[in-house]
């Protein structure tokens, strides 16, 4: 059974650093294209890092409104997705969601309802 529980959530000041981290279990991280996404009031639910799976494209895409700032990364020892988020401003203030996928050989542009297994999320607010 795959499972997938997300945390690190929290309040961060503008400039500042959060990492989140879902542990994914049940599956081998390298078979699916992992995916963080995010949505805010007001705004559809954005997608804002993905890595397909290592036999796909083998590329890591990013959103614009964070390319140079986030990084998604996995640790298949611990079988992990992390989100490394980096000089964060108000307008990352979101619920961020983590995703993961057997069938997306090339997650860009990827929509959150293509992911078969998902989190409820965490908030992410940004301010000073």
Not at 49 to 55: G, L, N
Request: charged share 15%; with cysteine; aromatic share 10%.
């Amino acid at each position: 059974q795959v499972q997938l529980v997300q945390s690190g959530g929290g309040f961060v000041q503008p400039g500042g650093s959060l990492r989140l981290s879902c542990a994914v279990s049940g599956v081998t991280l390298d078979d699916y294209a992992l995916a963080w996404f995010r949505s805010a009031p007001g705004n559809e639910r954005e997608g804002i890092a993905c890595m397909s799976r290592v036999d796909g494209d083998g590329v890591t895409h990013y959103g614009d409104s964070v390319r140079g700032r986030f990084t998604i990364s996995k640790d298949n020892a611990k079988n992990t997705v992390y989100l490394q988020m980096s000089n964060l401003q108000v307008e990352d203030t979101a619920k961020y969601y983590c995703a993961a996928d057997p069938s997306n050989y090339a997650c860009a542009g990827s929509v959150w309802p293509s992911y078969d297994y998902r989190t409820q999320g965490a908030q992410v607010t940004v301010s000073s």
